[in-house]
C-alpha cells in the first residue's frame, strides 16, 4: 500500500519511483531472512528506476534535438522543464496536470527563448519548442509507466510463494 501511494506522487512530478525502490529496499533489509525480495528483484527496480530518471531527464532535450534545435536550446529544455514543473505545480493547482503542463510549456519556452534569442526564424524556433514540449510529455508519462512495471514487480515479488 505504501509503494503505491509513492507511485501516486510521481504524478506531482516528486521522485515516488525512488522512495518505492527504497521502501522496498528498507523492507528487504528487514526481513532479509525471511527472503521476501531476491537480490535480483531489488536490482530489477533499481535499474527501471535509474532509466526513469534518464528518460525523464532526457527527453525534452531530446524532442529539442529531433526537431532541429541547437544543442544550446536543447540544453535550456532541461532547466526549462524542471523550472516550468515546480512553477505549474503551484500555479496551475490541478494534481498532475499542473506539474505536466508546466514542465512542458517550461520547456519548450525556453528553447524558444533561447532559439529566437541566437536569430533564428520565428517559425523554427516555435517548432523546436514544440519538439521540446511533446518530448517532455513522453519523458515524464514514459516515467510513470516505469513507475507502475517498478509496482508491479514489486508487488508480485511480494505476494509470490
Given amino acids: 500500500m505504501l509503494n503505491a501511494a509513492w507511485l501516486l506522487v510521481v504524478v506531482f512530478g516528486l521522485p515516488g519511483n525512488w522512495l518505492i525502490v527504497i521502501s522496498t529496499c528498507l523492507f528487504a533489509w528487514w526481513r532479509w531472512d525471511d527472503g ?4 535480483y ?4 527496480i ?8 534518464l528518460v525523464e531527464f532526457s527527453a525534452g532535450m531530446i524532442g529539442a534535438r529531433k526537431s532541429g534545435a541547437s544543442w544550446p536550446g536543447s540544453i535550456a529544455a532541461l532547466f526549462g522543464a524542471v523550472t516550468g514543473a515546480v512553477l505549474g505545480t503551484f500555479l496551475i493547482p490541478i494534481p498532475f496536470f499542473g506539474t505536466l503542463l508546466g514542465a512542458c ?7 524558444w527563448g533561447m532559439e529566437f534569442s541566437r536569430g533564428t526564424k520565428t517559425e ?7 519538439g521540446a514540449g511533446i ?7 514514459s ?7 517498478i509496482w508491479f514487480i514489486v508487488a508480485v515479488a511480494a505476494f509470490w510463494p
Avoid: D, P, Q, W
Avoid at 528483484?41 to 530489477?44: F, Y
Fill in 36 to 39: 521476501v525480495f531476491s537480490i
Fill in 41 to 44: 528483484t531489488l536490482i530489477a
Fill in 46 to 53: 533499481l535499474v527501471l528506476a535509474v532509466l526513469g530518471e
Fill in 105 to 111: 510549456l517550461g520547456a519548450g519556452l525556453c528553447v
Fill in 124 to 130: 523554427h524556433s516555435v517548432r523546436y519548442a514544440v
Fill in 135 to 141: 518530448g517532455e510529455f513522453f519523458g515524464i508519462t
Fill in 143 to 149: 516515467k510513470f509507466a516505469l513507475g507502475i512495471a
